[in-house]
Nanobody, 126 residues
Framework: QVQLVESGGGLVQAGGSLRLSCAASGLTFSRTTMGWFRQAPGKEREFVAAISWSGDITYYGDSMKGRSTISRDNAKNTVYLQMNSLKPEDTAVYYC???????????????????WGQGTQVTVSS
């Protein structure tokens, strides 16, 4: 079965950086579009970024555009989210997700993703 395991979250001061990783298994990763979302307490899940299966197309949500970079290593079945200039409002649980169908293009819709990891907590202190 499909498994997604996020890592790299933690506590960081405002202005700092973190790189999140998502290791995938149980799917043909090199043919799967992937996304990152986040969810803060009391808020809806929000799109952060997505990357096509080939890695040549990336798409960013407004929340972290210009401060984040999504990338992937198909040899390692891993997708990354580099986050810079972090703000307290970036505090949330960050999730990676698998696009459905896997070969479809990038999307910002939560409903277009079929599998989700357990999430990794990112806390940004002021």
């Amino acid at each position: 079965q499909v498994q997604l395991v996020e890592s790299g979250g933690g506590l960081v001061q405002a202005g700092g950086s973190l790189r999140l990783s998502c290791a995938a298994s149980g799917l043909t990763f090199s043919r799967t579009t992937m996304g990152w979302f986040r969810q803060a307490p009391g808020k809806e899940r929000e799109f952060v970024a997505a990357i096509s299966w080939s890695g040549d197309i990336t798409y960013y949500g407004d929340s972290m555009k210009g401060r984040s970079t999504i990338s992937r290593d198909n040899a390692k079945n891993t997708v990354y989210l580099q986050m810079n200039s972090l703000k307290p409002e970036d505090t949330a649980v960050y999730y990676c997700a698998v696009r459905s169908p896997s070969y479809a293009g990038t999307s910002y819709n939560v409903g277009d993703y079929s599998y989700w990891g357990q999430g990794t907590q990112v806390t940004v202190s002021s």
